[in-house]
């Protein structure tokens, strides 16, 4: 079982409908938690830090933290094709010394 | 302002060669990692260092070596040991303390080939 897993995709949704991002991760002493977007061709930027069970939202994001189910999700409303690109999972699987483990990624398109 | 800087954009290795990649941040963080990512694949981690002077072997080290003698500064050398080095390397920072939960901010990477 891999650390952390994502669903490549990929994943398509229309213009202004919410994009639902899933990972699971298999260590329940997991502290913090990550989404990162990736522009085809370039390095990834960090969009979401969540650290609690629950919803933080930021603009159109939210993530969403279940540790007793050891998921964390992405939902992205109001899709935009700007918005096309892969997403990256991020677990710090130990809370100390800042080693992550990132997942392989899901590929989002959102269609016109 | 303030960022990691890696250089070069595009390098290119020939036969039995050891390059060096750049990392440079000036966040004042701790922590540096080196990552590999190679097409469709996630990212793997190659080397981190949590204080200068120190560093720890990730996931794929071999073939590879680094230095810190410096906060800012992380290259990474590939050696001719690496026998598959072409991918896309990406340099991160994260501050805190040891015990923190800072995230990782990445650099806008370096594309090796081999010639």
């Known amino acids: 079982q891999k650390e952390v897993e994502q669903n490549s995709g990929p994943l398509s949704v229309p213009e202004g409908a919410i994009a639902s991002l899933n990972c699971t991760y298999s260590d329940r002493v997991s502290q913090s938690f990550f989404w990162y977007r990736q522009y085809s061709g370039k390095s990834p930027e960090l969009i979401m830090s969540?650290?609690?069970?629950g919803d933080k939202e930021d603009g159109r994001f939210t993530a969403q933290l279940n540790k007793a189910s050891q998921y964390v999700s992405l939902l992205i409303r109001d899709s935009q094709p700007s918005d096309s690109a892969t997403y990256l999972c991020a677990v710090n699987m130990f809370g100390g010394y800042q080693k992550v483990t990132f997942g392989t990624g899901t590929k989002l398109q959102v269609i016109p | 302002d303030g960022g990691i800087t890696q250089s070069p954009k595009y390098l290119f290795r020939k036969e039995g060669q050891n390059v060096t990649l750049s990392c440079e941040q000036n966040l004042n963080h701790d922590a540096m990692y080196w990552y590999r990512q190679d097409p469709g694949q996630g990212l793997r981690l190659i080397y981190y260092s949590q204080i200068v002077n120190d560093f720890q072997k990730g996931d794929i080290a071999e073939g590879y070596s680094v230095s810190r003698e410096k906060k800012e500064s992380f290259p990474l050398t590939v050696t001719s040991a690496q026998k598959n080095p072409t991918a896309f390397y990406l340099c991160?920072?994260?501050?805190?303390?040891?015990?923190?939960?800072?995230?990782?901010?990445f650099g806008d990477g370096t594309r090796l080939s081999i010639l």
């Open positions: 991160a920072s994260s501050g805190g303390h040891r015990y923190s939960n800072q995230p990782q901010h």
């Open positions: 969540i650290y609690s069970n």
